[in-house]
């Protein structure tokens, strides 16, 4: 299998030794993704860290939650840009909950966020392959997986009742966190979110390629949860 683009060729035996870390970090960076690099135009510093990326989405959802928000990186001009090339600083893991749209709830414009949604923010292996190339190549400094209040998809799973199509996908990947949250005390359902939320931090750290970078301190995996009512963020670990 190999990707075409006009300045990318990966090959199926580099992917390979690639995904079986026989390729360290600085020859990752240096050799996969330097071709892809040169194809995105940079829109963040270049000495961004981890935590200084995960304090901007901090400070965002902050201002939204106090009606404040800037709305920056809306314009014209920043739409023309970004057509040219993509740097986001973070990365989001969430989920498709129409309530929880990130951009808005951690004030943020055009190409600051690479976004993965799906319902009870599940880590797919095409949701992590996304998320290893947002923060391989793009340059994302942070991913937070980001669970909400009340979310519908726990909820199913906690009841169990038989459901129609794929949804049962869904709920199977979700079902491990209700098990194992089920004797915490305090709310049930908010338990099983943010075991939910934790058991897919640890399916990400699980990558290959996330867990190289992490080691080489140029990205941070974090949990955040969502308060449907407030709107507001907390961390969760």
Same mark, same amino acid.
């Given at each position: 299998?190999?990707?075409?683009?006009?300045?990318?060729?990966?090959?199926?035996?580099?992917?390979?030794?690639?995904?079986?870390?026989?390729?360290?970090?600085?020859?990752?960076?240096?050799?996969?993704?330097?071709?892809?690099?040169?194809?995105?135009?940079?829109?963040?510093?270049?000495?961004?860290?981890?935590?200084?990326?995960?304090?901007?989405?901090?400070?965002?959802?902050?201002?939204? *939650?106090?009606?404040?928000?800037?709305?920056?990186?809306?314009?014209?001009?920043?739409?023309?840009?970004?057509?040219?090339?993509?740097?986001?600083?973070?990365?989001?893991?969430?989920?498709?909950?129409?309530?929880?749209?990130?951009?808005?709830?951690?004030?943020?414009?055009?190409?600051?966020?690479?976004?993965?949604?799906?319902?009870?923010?599940?880590?797919?292996?095409?949701?992590?392959?996304?998320?290893?190339?947002?923060?391989?190549?793009?340059?994302?400094?942070?991913?937070? *997986?980001?669970?909400?209040?009340?979310?519908?998809? *726990?909820?199913?799973?906690?009841?169990?009742?038989? *459901?129609?199509?794929?949804? $049962?996908?869904?709920?199977?990947?979700?079902?491990?966190?209700?098990?194992?949250?089920?004797?915490?005390?305090?709310?049930?359902?908010?338990?099983?979110?943010?075991?939910?939320?934790?058991?897919?931090?640890?399916?990400?750290?699980?990558?290959?390629?996330?867990?190289?970078?992490?080691?080489?301190?140029?990205?941070?995996?974090?949990? $955040?949860?969502?308060?449907?009512?407030?709107?507001?963020?907390?961390?969760?670990?």
């Amino acid at each position: 299998m190999s990707i075409q683009h006009p300045q990318i060729n990966l090959s199926r035996r580099g992917l390979l030794k690639f995904g079986a870390g026989a390729i360290g970090t600085g020859v990752l960076t240096a050799g996969l993704s330097s071709n892809l690099l040169a194809a995105e135009t940079k829109s963040v510093p270049d000495d961004i860290t981890p935590d200084k990326a995960l304090q901007e989405l901090l400070d965002g959802n902050d201002r939204f *939650v106090k009606a404040k928000r800037r709305n920056p990186n809306q314009t014209q001009s920043r739409l023309v840009e970004v057509a040219k090339g993509q740097k986001p600083f973070a990365s989001i893991l969430g989920c498709a909950d129409s309530r929880v749209p990130s951009e808005i709830v951690f004030d943020q414009g055009l190409g600051d966020l690479f976004v993965c949604r799906i319902a009870g923010n599940i880590a797919t292996t095409q949701q992590i392959g996304s998320l290893e190339f947002g923060s391989l190549v793009l340059g994302t400094k942070v991913i937070m *997986v980001m669970g909400h209040e009340r979310c519908g998809a *726990v909820q199913a799973a906690m009841k169990g009742d038989p *459901v129609p199509g794929q949804i $049962g996908s869904l709920l199977e990947a979700i079902k491990p966190s209700v098990e194992s949250s089920k004797d915490k005390s305090g709310d049930k359902l908010e338990n099983a979110c943010k075991a939910n939320i934790l058991a897919q931090i640890k399916k990400l750290k699980s990558s290959s390629v996330l867990s190289e970078l992490i080691k080489a301190e140029k990205l941070k995996i974090v949990g $955040g949860y969502y308060d449907l009512d407030t709107g507001e963020i907390s961390i969760v670990s």
